[in-house]
C-alpha cells in the first residue's frame, strides 16, 4: 500500500533554530501539504503546494514557514527561526487530485525548548 | 469561515455496544467531508469520503451518512481495536488550486472489551 514517509519522526530544537521537516509524499501524487497539531489540538491546515508554488495557505504559515519539493521525490517544511509555540506535531500529506481525500504520513514531532 | 464541530468529545462503549459520531460543519458550498481515524501518536488514517447529501458509505463496522448540515459515523457492534480519535474534516470549493481541509477536533472512541 502506498504511504507518505517523513522524517525525522521526532526533533528537538533549540528556540530561534532553523528546522527543516521532510517528507516524500506518493509518487504519482499532484498536490501536497503540511498540517500541524498542538497537543490535544484540533489538526490545522498550515500549506498546499501545486505546480511547483504554493496554491494556499493559512494565516500559521507566516514569513518564518517555507515550502520546497527540491527534487521529483522529497517536500519539506523549513522554520526558520523556531519558537516554543511551534511545538507540535507536523503532519504531511499528499492527494492525486484537488477535491480528493489525502494520505497522511505519521508525523514529525517537533519539540522547541 | 468553515466550521467543525463534533460530538461528543469521548465516548466509551462496551464491546459489542452500536452507537453514532456527530459531526455538524458549516461552509460555504462543501465540496467534500472526510472521515479519518487517527491512533495515539499516529498520523490521520482516511476511511470515507462524502460529497452529498443522502449519500452513504461503508466499510467493516463504520457507515457514514451525509446530510446538509451534519455527517454521523454509525459503529455497529465495535471490537477493542476501534479504539482511536475519529476525526471529521470538510472542504469547500476553492478558486485556486487547493485542498484546505477543515478538521473537526475528534471524538475520542474507547470500546472495551
Known amino acids: 500500500e502506498p504511504e507518505v514517509t517523513q522524517t525525522p519522526s521526532h526533533q528537538v530544537t533549540q528556540m530561534g533554530q532553523e528546522v527543516i521537516l521532510r517528507c516524500v509524499p506518493i509518487?504519482?501524487?499532484?498536490?501536497f501539504y503540511w498540517y500541524r497539531q498542538i497537543l490535544g489540538q484540533k489538526v490545522e491546515f498550515l500549506v498546499s503546494?501545486?505546480?511547483?508554488?504554493?496554491?494556499?495557505k493559512s494565516e500559521i504559515f507566516d514569513d518564518q514557514f517555507s515550502v520546497e519539493r527540491p527534487d521529483g521525490s522529497n517536500f519539506t517544511l523549513k522554520i526558520r527561526s523556531t519558537k516554543l509555540e511551534d511545538s507540535a506535531m507536523y503532519f504531511c500529506?499528499?492527494?492525486?487530485?484537488?477535491?480528493?481525500?489525502?494520505?497522511f504520513g505519521q508525523g514529525t514531532r517537533l519539540t522547541v525548548v | 469561515e468553515d466550521q467543525v464541530t463534533q460530538s461528543p468529545e469521548a465516548l466509551r462503549l462496551q464491546e459489542g455496544e452500536s452507537s453514532s459520531l456527530n459531526c455538524s460543519y458549516t461552509?460555504?458550498?462543501?465540496?467534500?467531508l472526510f472521515w479519518y481515524r487517527q491512533d495515539p501518536g499516529k498520523g490521520p488514517e482516511f476511511l470515507f469520503t462524502?460529497?452529498?447529501a443522502g449519500e452513504e458509505k461503508e466499510k467493516e463496522r463504520l457507515k457514514a451518512t451525509l446530510t446538509k448540515k451534519e455527517s454521523f459515523l454509525h459503529i455497529t457492534a465495535p471490537k477493542p481495536e476501534d479504539s482511536a480519535t475519529y476525526l471529521c474534516?470538510?472542504?469547500?470549493?476553492?478558486?485556486?488550486?487547493?485542498?484546505?481541509?477543515?478538521f473537526g477536533g475528534g471524538t475520542r472512541l474507547m470500546v472495551k472489551p
Open positions: 462524502l460529497y452529498s
Open positions: 474534516a470538510v472542504q469547500a470549493p476553492s478558486s485556486r488550486a487547493g485542498n484546505m481541509l477543515t
Open positions: 503546494f501545486y505546480n511547483n508554488e504554493i496554491s494556499e
Open positions: 500529506a499528499s492527494s492525486a487530485g484537488q477535491y480528493m481525500f489525502a494520505f
Open positions: 509518487s504519482n501524487h499532484l498536490y
Open positions: 461552509v460555504s458550498g462543501l465540496r467534500g
